[in-house]
């Protein structure tokens, strides 16, 4: 097969029997990515202490948060399946289908901002919206307060993440806590965070292939820092449309949150960390393959044909970017009594 060369700055990459000066790919990804932190970041005016950590933990896996006292956060973003619950769109109150595939929570907290459309500026804005949508939780934030205080074992645990507040059990402190558990969820030790701190053997050769080809083909242009994504947002099909099923003509992305007309089926970039634990892709929930997945962005967003050979060689290095999964211990959860608010009775 005949060879073809690509240029990325004063690297030279061959599609067949890659060629590459070893400390020249390696500054060249330093520029464009960082690797993830070992700690979680802190939360602009949310401090993270063991306490709320725990309670946001518990609030987290709390299934009574849900109307129906079914559904919880884990249901949707699922702790050890890559932090995704692996459906198109998830199955929500009463049986009902969201609209768009929900995200990885995990290393959401780096993310520019949280929905496909960007409607959440931070984690704490997001840990709302799921629970007063009436496809997703359908309860109130009036009723979920209700809720947790009919709980009376929640009573001191939100005392103790929240010392000298009068009354801690409010739904902006519901939020606080979910935030800050959510944002201990991250993946630090990749392949590729080792490979940016120095580790040229961290990559194999095939991986360090895909990841010049990941850079001179233009996907860095979007996705790049330290999520490979979630930075910033861009239209799906700039140089080319995907099928309707993939790109649902109904659903305008962030238009719907800024009506400005150039933001038609614009959504945030998602990130790539742990891509290949987190199937189905794209906002729809469409794509299964991950091969697929690559070509399609290649068609639609860089007007580039990428040959088979290419595909393989930047699927296998996203694998690199997939991580040991955090290990969280499930939380006994404070039972309820007779007199903790039930769960409706039209709900079921």
């Not at 009574?64 to 559904?71: A, C, F, G, N, T």
């Not at 496909?116 to 496809?135: I, T």
């Not at 409010?170 to 944002?183: G, Q």
Request: charged share 15%; with cysteine; aromatic share 8%.
């Amino acid at each position: 097969m005949r060879a073809s060369r690509y240029w990325l700055g004063g690297l030279a990459l061959m599609a067949s029997g890659f060629v590459w000066a070893q400390p020249s790919l390696m500054k060249q990804a330093q520029a464009l990515f960082q690797p993830i932190p070992l700690t979680p970041p802190v939360l602009p005016g949310n401090a993270a202490t063991p306490a709320k950590v725990e309670l946001g933990k518990m609030l987290y896996f709390d299934p009574r948060l849900s109307e129906s006292h079914v559904i919880s956060c884990n249901s949707c973003h699922m702790i050890g399946m890559g932090g995704v619950d692996l459906q198109s769109t998830s199955l929500g109150h009463r049986w009902q289908h969201g609209g768009r595939n929900a995200p990885t929570v995990y290393n959401a907290v780096f993310d520019v901002a949280q929905f496909w459309d960007g409607r959440a500026k931070d984690l704490e804005a997001q840990a709302g919206g799921p629970l007063v949508n009436p496809v997703e939780m359908d309860t109130t934030e009036s009723h979920v307060t209700e809720q947790i205080k009919g709980i009376p074992g929640y009573g001191p645990l939100f005392a103790k993440a929240f010392p000298g507040v009068h009354d801690p059990i409010n739904f902006e402190d519901v939020r606080k806590a979910i935030a800050v558990f959510e944002a201990t969820l991250i993946t630090p030790n990749a392949p590729f965070d080792r490979f940016l701190r120095g580790n040229a053997n961290a990559l194999s050769t095939q991986q360090k292939e895909g990841l010049a080809l990941f850079m001179s083909k233009g996907c860095a242009a979007c996705h790049r820092g330290i999520n490979v994504g979630g930075g910033m947002y861009a239209k799906f099909g700039v140089v080319e449309l995907p099928g309707g099923d993939i790109l649902p003509a109904g659903d305008k992305g962030r238009f719907a949150v800024t009506k400005t007309a150039g933001d038609e089926y614009v959504f945030k970039v998602p990130s790539l960390r742990n891509v290949t634990i987190t199937a189905p892709y794209f906002h729809s929930g469409k794509v299964w393959d991950l091969r697929e997945a690559v070509a399609i962005m290649g068609s639609s967003q860089l007007g580039a044909k990428l040959t088979s050979q290419e595909v393989d060689r930047i699927t296998t290095f996203l694998g690199s970017l997939t991580a040991p999964q955090p290990v969280v211990t499930l939380p006994a959860l404070p039972p309820s009594v007779a007199a903790t608010p039930r769960p409706r009775p039209d709900v079921h």
